[in-house]
Structures are given as C-alpha cells and as structure tokens.
C-alpha cells in the first residue's frame, strides 16, 4: 500500500486544530514519564506534548514525517531535539525507554513497518503508550467527500488511501504478532468540537483532507468542500457548533 504525501499547513494546525494535542495530554497521564526516562514521542506534530513530556522524563526526542511540522516545533521549543523522520522507516542510535504516539500512526498506512520499527527502537520492557483514529473514524465526513469528488469524476481521488484506522482487536493482533505484549487496549467514541461555527468542516477538510485534491482545480475544491459540510450538517452540526466523528483507540504495550 502506498502512503499519499500530505502536506501540513503549521499555521492553520495551531490557530484551529489545537484539539490534536489538547486531547492528548491525558494520553501523558496513561505515558506517565519517569524522571530517568528516555522518551521518543513518534509524530510529535508542532512539540506541544513534546514540551511537556519533556518536564518529566531525562530525554525526549520529537520525531515527525513534517518539515513543515518540525520548523515551528524547533522554533517554538528550541531547547528540545526534533527530528524530521517517518514512522515506517526511522532508526535510532540509543533505544527508548518508552514510545508516545497521539493522533499520528493513522497516517502510516505502511503500518506493519511503523510497528517494527517500534519494536526495534524500544530496550527491552519498553513501553508504546499510543492513541489514533480507530474503525470508522470520521467515516462520516470521509464517505461524503468521496462522493462529491466522485460525482464530478475524480474517481482516482475519491479512492485515496490516506489514512490507516483498524479495530482494537486487530491492531493489538498485530503487536502481538511483532512481539509486543498488549496491556491497555481501549476503543472509543470521541466526537470532537471543531473552532469555526461556520467553516469548521471545509477547515477540517482543508486541513487533514488537502490530498484528496491533487489534480481538482481550485474552484471544484471550494464547491466540494462547502458540499460535504451541507451534507454532514444533519449529523455533525448542533447547538450551533461542528463536530468531526472521531472514533479513537488507546493501546499500551511492552516490548518483551
């Protein structure tokens, strides 16, 4: 399977999605860093959790696929060391103690690759303490986009693979098969409030969903992304606010 280069646009990520690393300080909780600890937090996005990380444990290094990504988290945390790697190839000269991992590995569709280097990466009784988007993770907005783009014919771009979102079950299958020994493992409903009252879904679209509109020309970007949001409004839009159907899974797991 081939993984579909995203682009990430730093600026848009902090000014409207800050949610991503909101949520995941109660991940940190699950981490819970030891003093003497080497930590790598695997697809660190622009350092928020990173830096916190970083006031509990020895050592943590910020590993993320985005230049873009690591440029503001150098200049936000320039007393941290990020790296620009990729989940599915990175290797490392000292192992970890422990992985962290929020809202990143759906990303890596070459997920078996990510999972040994996991493994790989760990000393032995290492921990990955990690949460993603789950089966059906915004299944809504994502099945309603690919129509749109269907119905103008981009059927090339309505077939996009661009995320990776198993079962709880199969995903702690496949760390079983690595080597790992799962210990946490929960699944879970988290509908997730979007900024914008008014464009909080074509600001989704834009800024988790731009590559499903390589080759569509800007004005079919517009009118599609304003179409999805009209579409998903019966089941996303209440109260006067936007809400993207995020489905999560947490797992925690120890290199034996």
């Known amino acids: 399977m081939i993984q579909v280069a995203h682009s990430w646009n730093a600026k848009l990520y902090n000014d409207k999605h800050a949610f991503v690393y909101d949520y995941g300080k109660s991940l940190i909780e699950l981490l819970a860093p030891k003093s003497n600890e080497r930590i790598l937090d695997l697809g660190c996005g622009s350092g928020e959790l990173t830096f916190d990380i970083s006031g509990l444990a020895k050592t943590v290094v910020g590993l993320d696929k985005s230049p873009e990504m690591i440029a503001k988290a150098k200049y ?22 422990a992985i962290f991992s929020n809202a990143a590995l759906h990303w890596v569709v070459q997920y078996k690759a990510a999972i040994a280097n996991m493994y790989r990466a760990l000393r032995t009784g290492g921990r990955i303490v990690v ?24 059927e090339k ?67 599609i992304s304003k179409e999805v949001q009209d579409k998903v409004k019966p089941e996303l839009y209440r109260d006067g606010k936007w809400y993207a159907d995020y489905k999560r899974i947490r797992v925690v797991a120890r290199k034996k």
């Open 131 to 154: 949460e993603f988007g789950g089966k059906n993770n915004i299944q809504t907005i994502s099945d309603a986009l690919r129509e749109s783009l269907s119905k103008r014919g981009y």
């Open 157 to 223: 771009q309505a077939k996009t693979t661009l995320w990776y979102f198993p079962s709880i079950g199969e995903y702690a299958s496949k760390l079983e098969a690595a080597g790992f020994e799962v210990v946490f493992a929960q699944s879970y409903d988290r509908p997730t409030e979007l900024v914008d009252s008014h464009t909080g879904i074509v600001d989704w679209i834009m800024m988790f969903g731009s590559s499903f509109f390589d080759g569509v020309n800007n004005e079919d970007i517009a009118e």
């Open 76 to 97: 936000n945390f320039p007393s941290i060391n990020f790296e620009v790697g990729d989940a599915a190839n990175f290797k490392v000269e000292e192992k970890f103690d």
